[in-house]
Nanobody, 126 residues
Framework: QVHLVESGGGSVQAGGSLRLSCEVS????????MGWFRQAPGKEREKVAT??????????MYAYSVSGRFTISKDNAKNILYLQMNTLEPEDAAMYYC?????????????????YGQGTRVTVSS
């Protein structure tokens, strides 16, 4: 059974940084599409970043709104997914969710993510 547990959320001022972590169990993150999504109050869930499997050099893709500020990465040995968020803006405030997608896929942006964690909240004050 796939189990995803996020941590690292919190409250920061605009311009600050946070690092989110997602411990993955019951699934080989090294062989799968993994991603981070977020959902702000009153808004639809938004895809933030994805990372492909290790044999595809962990190819990363980002939403335009976070490109250049956020970095997604994986520790394949520990089965942990990360999201480093720098230069945070009030618009980045949301519940952030770790997600696991299909195994054996190289292009991870347009695939379906079937497993989500419970989320970790990020608050950014101006």
């Amino acid at each position: 059974q796939v189990h995803l547990v996020e941590s690292g959320g919190g409250s920061v001022q605009a311009g600050g940084s946070l690092r989110l972590s997602c411990e993955v169990s019951g699934y080989a993150a090294s062989s799968a599409c993994m991603g981070w999504f977020r959902q702000a109050p009153g808004k639809e869930r938004e895809k933030v970043a994805t990372i492909s499997r290790e044999v595809n050099n962990n190819k990363q893709m980002y939403a335009y709104s976070v490109s250049g500020r956020f970095t997604i990465s994986k520790d394949n040995a520990k089965n942990i997914l990360y999201l480093q968020m720098n230069t945070l803006e009030p618009e980045d405030a949301a519940m952030y969710y770790c997600a696991a997608g299909p195994l054996g896929i190289d292009y991870c942006w347009f695939v379906d993510y079937d497993h989500y964690g419970q989320g970790t909240r990020v608050t950014v004050s101006s």
